[in-house]
């Protein structure tokens, strides 16, 4: 069994897909004045969780960065034209001390988050965007380094990944657009996604990183008949993924997933019983993860 799980391991991270599609970040920044009065009770935790001697800290020699490192990407150049290998990280990020952090939230964009909430004629899509709007200002007032994707499935042959918000990526209209645009449709196969997400995660130099998702059922594919494969290989992602020193957290708003979840996330998973509470509890449960 576990050489079967690992040999599809294998074919699925080698199929995954980047997708984005670009909209309008006004939407978001619509839900932001929608939520206002939660955004003040957040802005108060926020402000006690601040260290109080930040220090805004200049990273050079970096992959991805908020500008370019003039001094490298000249020596580069020279190198490259001289017929020597270049230095090819020729970037400047920020970063400020207090909170050594790196968190990726993974979002499940599966058909099931179409569905209308009850006593509502609001998707289950539309809640989770406001809720995902909250945590990236939140983030934003903290400065920690965080990524934001979601992802779905057409079979092992078509893994998509939306690329939505990138670690030194400020929270800005870019970011607010990819947002906006994100749509739900196809499967779950949540192991591919989550080991894709781990190698961005692998990547960073933090003292803790840790990979967050939020999903409304179990892992599961049009291509798989037996749920249970589909279960284990998410748990041998999870396994992997904290080998290599990445934490993992399940925020589930399937009210049966009591029935799975833990097999997969052990005890790093919570259950929201109530969705339209999601923007609410999201942040939170960010907030409570890396305090």
């Known amino acids: 069994m576990g050489s079967r799980h690992a040999e599809l391991s294998a074919r699925l991270d080698g199929r995954l897909k980047l997708c984005t599609r670009p909209a309008a970040p006004g939407d978001i920044d619509r839900l932001l004045e ?6 003040r009770q957040l802005k108060r935790l926020l402000d006690l969780l ?19 490192d003039l001094d490298v990407a000249v020596r580069a150049l020279v190198d490259l034209k001289s017929g020597h290998q270049p230095e090819t990280r020729i970037n400047i990020s920020h970063t400020t001390s207090g909170r050594d952090i790196s968190v990726l939230l993974l979002i499940d964009l599966s058909q099931s988050l179409n569905a209308t909430l009850p006593g509502s004629g609001q998707s289950i899509l ?9 945590l990236g200002w939140a983030i934003d007032q903290l400065g920690d380094a965080c990524a934001i994707a979601g992802f779905h ?7 998509r990944y939306h690329h939505i918000k990138g670690f030194s990526e400020p ?4 970011v607010k657009a990819r ?20 190698q961005m995660l692998a990547a960073r130099r933090t003292e803790k990183r840790i990979l967050l998702v939020l999903t409304d059922g179990e892992p599961a594919d049009i291509d798989v008949t037996d749920p249970q494969h589909l279960i284990a290989d998410t748990k041998k992602a999870v396994e992997e993924l904290s080998t290599a020193g990445i934490r993992t957290f399940c925020l589930s708003l399937d009210p049966k997933a009591d029935a799975y979840v ?5 005890h790093n998973w919570r259950v929201l019983d109530r969705i339209e509470r999601l923007p609410e509890q999201l942040p939170l449960v960010y907030l409570n993860l890396t305090r």
């Open 179 to 198: 947002l906006a645009a994100v749509e739900a449709g196809w499967s779950t196969r949540m192991g591919a996604a989550m080991r894709h997400a781990g």
């Open 262 to 266: 833990g097999d997969i996330f052990g």
């Open 34 to 39: 929608k939520h206002a009065i939660l955004a």
């Open 153 to 159: 499935s057409n079979s092992r042959h078509e893994v």
């Open 126 to 134: 539309d809640t989770a965007r406001e809720a995902v709007a909250l």
């Open 171 to 174: 929270w800005a209209d870019p």
């Open 50 to 68: 601040k260290p109080q001697d930040r220090v805004r800290l200049r990273l050079r020699y970096q992959d991805e960065g908020s500008e370019l």
